[in-house]
């Protein structure tokens, strides 16, 4: 049985947008780009959060382990 030829479908190019619509498409990709940056924000907040406390656990085991080091000799 014989398959059916695939046809290629391109998209139409977009039709040049009035002023208004320009604007309106600008003030929603602002709005995003807030919501984004705000996100992101938060998140920086809790990465830098996550690396101090991080830090803090590395700081003590390598206190502990020179303790233990020195209690050892």
């Known amino acids: 049985m014989p398959n059916a030829r695939r046809c290629?479908?391109?998209p139409v190019p977009s039709p040049t947008l009035t002023d208004?619509?320009?604007h309106h498409q600008i003030e929603k990709l602002r709005?995003?780009?807030g919501h984004e940056q705000a996100s992101l924000a938060r998140?920086?907040?809790r990465l830098k959060r996550a690396f101090?406390?991080?830090a803090k656990h590395q700081k003590r085991i390598l206190r502990l382990e020179?303790?233990?080091a020195f209690l050892e000799e």
């Open 8 to 10: 290629i479908v391109r």
């Open 20 to 22: 208004q619509q320009r």
């Open 31 to 33: 709005t995003r780009l």
């Open 43 to 45: 998140w920086q907040t």
């Open 52 to 54: 101090t406390t991080v």
């Open 66 to 68: 020179r303790q233990i």
